[in-house]
Structures are given as C-alpha cells and as structure tokens.
C-alpha cells in the first residue's frame, strides 16, 4: 500500500458543518469580541511601535524592518473608509476588528475540524481573552492581523489534509504569502505547513503542476512587498532603510540589521528560552488551557486530527522567536509567540471536544463549564487591557515638544519616544516649526551639524554623549539642550511634574508605558541634579520604583549616584541592573553592568579606606557617624584631600538627613 492510499481516520474525514451554517454564529462571537476591544480601545497614541506604524500608514511611509506593507497598506484604507475619531484611535480600531474575525476565524476552524459546539466555542472564547492576544487588540499594532492569517492559514492547511484539494493548499499559500508582508513570523509558519503536507502526502513533491500552483500562489501573496522600492523611491518622509536598492531592500525584509540584537548566544541559551516559553503557555490560559492541549494533542494524535500541523507551527514560530528575538522580545512580552498561542487553543479544543464525548448523554452539557476558564480571564483582564483612558505618551511627547522654542531642531532617538513624536509631528501636524531629526530611520543616525547654540537650539531626547571643548549638552526639563561651554545656566522648561494618567492605577501600564513613566520622571531628576539634589533624589527614586524592570535605566541612575559620589547607591543600581540583564544592554553603546559592578567595587574600597583613615580626625571625633553633622565634617575632610566627588556624596546625604528632620 502506498501512503497516497492511506485514508484519515473517519471522525476526522466527518463532514464537518457547511459553510453557510458557520456564519451566523461566527458573526455573532466577531461582534461580542469587537465591541469588547473597541470598548477598550486606545483613543490616543500609544508606546513603542505604534507612533511609527500609524504614521507609516497614514502618509505611505516606511516604518522599521520588515517594512510591515501590508499593515501600512491595509491601515491607510481603513483610515480613510474609517472617519472616526482620531487616526490613532482609528488604527486601534483595526487591531479591534482583525482581532474580532481571528477570534471567529478560530471557531469556524474548530467547527471545520469537526469538533463540538462547546469545544468550538472554548477555543474562540480563550483566543479572544488570552492575555498577549487581548493587549494588542486594543493598540495600534500588527500582530491581531498577524493572529488572523494564522487562523485563515491553518484553516485552509486543515481542509486539504481533510480533502486533499490543491485549491485549498495553493489558497493557503497564497494567504500566508499575503501574512508574511504582515509580519514574518507567517512566512516561516508557511514553511512548516509546507513540511508537514510532504510528510503526510510525500508524493506531493512528483506533481509539478500542484507543486508550481503553491508556489505561484505565494509569490502571489507577497507582492505586497513591491510596495517597498516602489515608495521608497518617492522619498516619503518616513523611509526606514531606503530599500529602493536590491541589497537594501533584502536587508529590510530580512531584518538583517536587527540579528545582532538577537539574545541567544550559545545553544544552551535554548533551553532558556523553551523554559520561559513554555511557562507562557500556562500563563496565558491559566495552566488549564494548556493542560487541555496537552490532552487535545496526545487523543487527538491518534485520532488523526490536525495535530502534528498545530505542534509544527508551534516549533516554527518558537525556533524563529528565539532565533531572533532580543530579551524583550523573548522574556517580557510574548505577542511574538502569538502564531503558537492560536494553535495551542485550537489543540485545547480538541481536548474539551474529546471530554465532552466521555462524559455521558445526560451530562453532555457539563462541558460548557469549562467556559469559565475563559470567562475568568475576561474579568481579569479587563482592567489590564482597557486603555481607553491610556495617554502617558501622547502627554509626554505633546509637554515635550511644546517645551521647546520656535524653529528648534530635536534630534530623537529610542522608539518609546522617536516613534509618539514621528507621529505626532508627521500625522497631527503638532509643532510644525520644531526640525525633528529622526536618528536611527533612514539607515544613519545623525547627519553633520552645522548650528549655533546661541541662535539655532539644538535638542536631544537623549544625551548624545558628546565630548566637545565649547559645547555642553544639559538636561532641561524633558530633552537635553545644546549650550557653550562656561555660560549662564539654563531655565528649566518644566511645564509639569506628572503625566496623565501616570499615577492612576485605573490606567493599565506594561513594561513600555512604565518605562516611558519612569523615563518621564528621570529626565526630571536629572534636570534638578545640580539645583535642587532634594527634589531630584525623590524624582530619580520615583523613576527606579516605576521602571523597575529597566536595565538601561537601573545602569544610568548608576552613573548619576557614582558621579555624585554616592558609591554605595551606584553599587545598588548596578547590581540591579545586572539583575534584570546579567548580558549587555540593549543601548547605542553596549555595555555591561557587571563591568560597572566591579570598578564600583574598587572605588568603594578605595573610599572606605580613606574614610578610615580620616576618622580618628578630632574635628569628627565627638559627632554621633551617620548624622548630618557627621556627614558635613567628612565632606570637608574629603575636600581638603582633594576627593570632591565623595565629598559631594556626604554632603548630598547631609542635606537629605536635614530635611528629614525638618519634616
């Protein structure tokens, strides 16, 4: 016998419900779940990616790799078929609706797959709450899209493997081609359905005819990506790698300037990252989805279910996270693994499918409990994933670029803040006059500068780390200001000293928006630095509090304690920082904070040594150590042996243990 001769086992090749049939019910779960994220929608703009991404749609730019052409496409006609509210809110809109018809998608899958209405229904209830899933339903990102070619993929996989019909394998095809100008996730997905359909019918490779309809459908689906050169061409404002050459085209499409960001290093690094992805799949479905799945998987194998498709896709989209993602990408937020989710749901359906055939005919309906998994996770992540009252970064880039003079230049950098600004700059049309630089877009960070301090301000969001012998470069509020060297100290531009929404626990923040909270709060430290150490010791705590999962951040307070001579702090922050990232940190110039850690360690022992050797001095001898009083005497001590930098430290405690006790 022949393996083209093997049929399906028979409750797999069950005629599933028709089509027609699903529509109305897959309507149904497409409405709950978009007025469910629309409720909870961003009406503003919100961190990381999305500034970029919105702002690439609505003028025909270019965002980051991979260029993202099928969103930025999809996104400007839904912008302009979509007039409501505004842009941003219209982009969260569409992650809404292509989250609502994934969520559908799921159940018309299951149902196509022959499994049960409880069954179906527990899968598209868990994929509508799963928590990766819900976040970016409500923002303006790609990955609900990304979710919905994958559902729209495995479903036409599962009807080949059911009918063996090229048209449904060429139309898969064809759909993941189109997913992977989404993102490319689906494209390496596509592969590994490609895989398994040789591995179920090998003889698929001896028929040129089916095997050329596949391909050509999927070169088909990426046409898209014509998009790239074709524009680029244009020059559009936001022209993120220029890839109207060939080698800058596949450079962007490649992502091939982003591997050296990659976190795996050395294959036992994998082991890891399955660790921390495989507590993933419990977290997102409270460990009792992923025990279904487990049961799903193991029956359904034998049943001949689609099951080695799911777990295929599964490893495809692990290999390719942790190939490639940096240590934000794997370990603190897992919507790169969005593709296995989708999966891992359709695998726990079949889990309830096969419990509801166990249970007997007069209880059949006790299956429907297992709804409350999900409904569990609806109560509980409506108040993380409700960002409807969301406007940290709107509010901070809006008091950012109203803090700055008329016609200045603002060369910005890292994409919590490039990204808000390019959009409010390039979309609202906020601060026209003001230059916006757009280090890092483009495929170089800054061009040669030819300015004058005095006449034509220059601004940084961040400090280039310039080391000039007429230019400083100050903290003045919420950027960094370009000013001669040896002249009068500049006026703070503080409009405000807390962000909307950026103490209200009601308004739900992830690592980006806490990162952009704390970084709010650090610029104003900073910016107090050498005028009030009292008001900016309680800022820079304040930030450390908020962005306590930032390792670039933890390693900058670093710096800021130890250049004040406050060692024993910088020691602390280093160590935290090497904490949250015990590898190099994910800034312009690498870094490591265990280099930090050990150079602290020798200042400090350095400083200790001294501070024993000045304490049997009379003039601390009678004063009680570790009071102001103490802490003043040291400093004097330490300036007169020309260490003002620890002298700096004790006086800076001094003044905090005075104000203590004023209170």
């Known amino acids: 016998m022949k393996l083209d001769d093997l049929k399906l086992p028979p409750r797999f090749a069950a005629h599933p419900p028709p089509w027609r049939s699903l529509l109305g019910p897959a309507g149904v779960i497409a409405i709950i779940s978009f ?9 503003t703009i919100y961190v990381g990616d999305s500034g970029e991404l ?46 609502a018809l994934a969520v559908a998608g799921l159940f018309v899958l299951c149902r ?40 729209a993929v495995t479903l036409l996989a599962v009807e080949w493997l059911r009918t063996r019909d090229v048209r449904f394998m060429a139309g898969a095809a064809f759909v993941a081609g189109l997913g992977a100008c989404n ?29 050329a309809a596949c391909v050509g459908a999927g070169v088909a689906g990426l046409l898209p990506y014509a998009y790239l050169p074709l524009r680029s061409r244009q020059e559009p404002r936001l022209d993120w790698g220029d890839p109207d050459t060939f080698d800058a085209f596949i450079a962007v499409i490649t992502r091939r300037d982003f591997w ?21 799949l419990g977290d997102e479905t409270l460990w009792i989805g992923l025990g279904l799945a487990i049961l799903g998987a193991v029956l359904g194998f034998r049943r001949g279910w689609p099951v080695p498709l799911a777990l295929a896709g599964m490893a495809a989209n692990f290999w390719a996270v942790g190939a490639h993602g940096s240590r934000s990408d794997i370990f603190i937020w897992h919507r790169y693994y969005l593709v296995a989710y989708v999966l891992l749901v359709f695998l726990a359906a079949m889990g309830v499918h096969w419990i509801g055939e166990r249970l007997r005919q007069s209880a059949k309906d006790l299956v429907y409990l297992l709804l409350a998994a999900p409904a569990v996770l609806l109560v509980l992540g409506w108040p993380l994933y409700d960002r409807s009252d969301f406007r940290i970064a709107d509010d901070f880039s809006r008091t950012l670029l109203e803090s700055l003079p008329p016609g200045a230049h603002l060369a910005a950098s890292d994409d919590n803040i490039l990204f808000v600004l390019i959009y409010l700059h390039l979309v609202e049309g906020l601060r026209p006059d003001v230059n916006l630089i757009m280090q890092g877009v483009g495929g170089a960070d800054l061009p040669a500068l030819r300015f004058d301090p005095d006449s034509d301000p220059l601004y940084f969001t961040h400090h280039p780390n310039w080391n000039h012998p007429q230019i400083d470069v100050v903290p003045v509020g919420l950027a960094f200001k370009t000013v001669r060297r040896g002249g009068d100290p500049e006026e703070l531009v503080i409009p405000k000293t807390e962000l909307v929404g950026g103490s209200d ?57 130890r250049r004040n001579g406050l060692i024993e702090r910088a020691l602390d922050a280093f160590k935290r920082s090497h904490r949250i990232n015990p590898r190099r940190l994910a ?72 104000a203590e006790e004023g209170r």
């Open 54 to 99: 919105v702002a690439a749609a609505a003028t025909f730019g270019i965002p980051h790799p991979s260029g993202y052409p099928l969103y930025v496409l999809l996104g400007k006609v839904w912008i302009t078929l979509v007039p409501v509210g505004s842009v941003a809110f219209r982009m969260s809109l569409m992650s809404a609706f292509f989250g």
């Open 183 to 211: 993102h490319t996730v689906i494209g390496i997905y596509a592969v590994a359905v490609g895989l398994v359909a040789i591995a179920t019918e090998p003889s698929f490779l001896t028929r040129p005819k089916h095997l």
């Open 587 to 658: 800034s312009d110039k690498p870094a490591q904070a265990e280099d930090r850690i050990a150079e602290t360690l020798e200042e400090l022992e350095e400083k200790r040594r001294v501070e024993a050797h000045i304490s049997a001095d009379p003039s601390i001898a009678d004063l009680e150590p570790g009071n102001a009083a103490w802490h003043r005497a040291v400093a004097r001590l330490l300036s007169s042996r020309s260490e003002g930098r620890w002298a700096r430290g004790h006086e800076l405690i001094a003044l905090e243990l005075s």
């Open 112 to 151: 196509r797959t022959a499994l049960s209405i409880p069954a179906s229904l527990f899968g598209a209830a868990s994929l509508a709450v799963l928590p990766s899933f819900w976040s970016q339903a409500t923002v303006q990102r790609v990955y609900t899209l990304n979710a919905f070619f994958a559902v």
């Open 505 to 561: 626990p009601r308004v739900p923040k992830d690592y980006l928006a806490s990162n952009l909270t704390g970084h709010f709060h650090y610029m104003l430290g900073i910016s107090h630095e050498q005028r009030d150490w009292l008001t900016a010791s309680r800022e820079l705590e304040l930030a450390a509090e908020i962005a306590h999962r930032n390792d670039v951040l933890h390693y900058n307070l670093g710096l800021i304690y």
């Open 35 to 43: 007025v469910i994220y629309t409720l909870g929608a961003c009406r």
């Open 260 to 280: 050296n960001r990659a976190w795996n290093e050395k294959p036992s690094d994998w082991l890891i990252i399955f660790n921390d992805f495989a507590k993933s």
